[in-house]
C-alpha cells in the first residue's frame, strides 16, 4: 500500500524566513496531494492541494509543488508568521472516493 | 463551504464503558466517511472507511468488534468505543467525502474527539 513520508520532523525559523517541507510517496497511482495545518487539540485544516496533472499550484504566501517522476511534493511558505506555528502534514491518495495516507507531519514553529 | 460536525468535542469514561462519537456533514451528502485515530504527537491512522448503507471496512490491526462504526444516513456516522480500556484514550478524528464532489473536491474534517478512559 501507499507510504508517505515526511521530513522534516521539525522546523524552527524566524519570522520573515521562509519554510519547506518535503514528501514523498510510494505509489505512482495517487494523484491527489493535499497538505493540512493542525492546531493543538483541533482536526486538520486544508491549506492547499495539489492534482496529478499540475506541477505548481500557489495561494498568497503558500505553494506546492510536484515531481511525479521522483514521487515527491513539497510544500512552501514565505513569509512566516507566528500564527503559522502548527503541525503540518501531508498526505496522498488515490483519487475519487479512496483513502488518504497521511506522512508523519512536521511541527513549525515560528519565533517573533 | 462543506462542514463536519463533531460530538462530543472531549469526553472522559470509566474502565470498560462504551462511548460514541457523531459526525454529521451539515450541508452536504457524505458517501463515505473515514475515521482515524490520532495518539500524542503521531499522525492520523485511518481505523476505518464506511459508506452508507454498508459496512465498514477496517485497516488491518483494528478490531471492529471494539470500534462499531454505523453509517446509517448520509448525514451521520457514529464510532462507538465499546469496553474502552485507558489504552483507547485517542484522539479520533472524522473525515468526509461528499457524495457530489467530483475528483477536484477534497476531503472535510470534524474537529476531533479527545477521548480518556480512566
Known amino acids: 500500500g501507499e507510504n508517505v513520508e515526511q521530513h522534516p520532523s521539525t522546523l524552527s525559523v524566524q519570522e520573515g524566513d521562509s519554510a519547506v517541507i518535503k514528501c514523498t510517496y510510494s505509489?505512482?497511482?495517487?494523484?491527489?496531494f493535499p497538505w493540512y495545518k493542525q492546531e493543538l487539540g483541533k482536526g486538520p485544516q486544508l491549506i492547499i492541494d495539489?492534482?496529478?496533472?499540475?506541477g505548481e499550484k500557489k495561494d498568497q504566501r503558500i505553494a506546492v509543488t510536484l515531481n511525479k517522476t521522483a514521487k515527491h511534493f513539497s510544500l512552501h511558505i514565505t513569509e512566516t508568521q507566528p500564527e503559522d506555528s502548527a503541525v503540518y502534514f501531508c498526505?496522498?491518495?488515490?483519487?475519487?472516493?479512496?483513502?488518504?495516507?497521511f506522512g508523519t507531519g512536521t511541527r513549525l514553529l515560528v519565533s517573533p | 463551504g462543506a462542514v463536519v460536525s463533531q460530538h462530543p468535542s472531549w469526553v472522559i469514561c470509566k474502565s470498560g464503558t462504551s462511548v460514541k462519537i457523531e459526525c454529521r456533514s451539515l450541508?452536504?451528502?457524505?458517501?463515505?466517511m473515514f475515521w482515524y485515530r490520532q495518539f500524542p504527537k503521531q499522525s492520523l491512522m485511518l481505523m476505518a472507511t464506511?459508506?452508507?448503507?454498508?459496512?465498514?471496512?477496517?485497516e488491518q490491526g483494528v478490531e471492529k468488534d471494539k470500534f462499531l462504526i454505523n453509517h446509517a444516513s448520509l448525514t451521520l456516522s457514529t464510532l462507538t468505543v465499546t469496553s474502552a480500556h485507558p489504552e483507547d484514550s485517542s484522539f479520533y478524528i472524522c473525515?468526509?467525502?461528499?457524495?457530489?464532489?467530483?475528483?477536484?473536491?477534497?476531503?472535510?474534517f470534524g474537529s476531533g474527539t479527545r477521548l480518556t478512559v480512566v
Open positions: 450541508d452536504f451528502q457524505a458517501t463515505t
Open positions: 473525515s468526509a467525502r461528499n457524495q457530489g464532489q467530483g475528483p477536484a473536491q477534497g476531503y472535510t
Open positions: 498526505a496522498a491518495s488515490k483519487g475519487g472516493f479512496q483513502k488518504l495516507v
Open positions: 505509489d505512482s497511482a495517487s494523484n491527489y
Open positions: 464506511s459508506n452508507e448503507g454498508s459496512k465498514a471496512t477496517y
Open positions: 495539489i492534482r496529478s496533472n499540475v
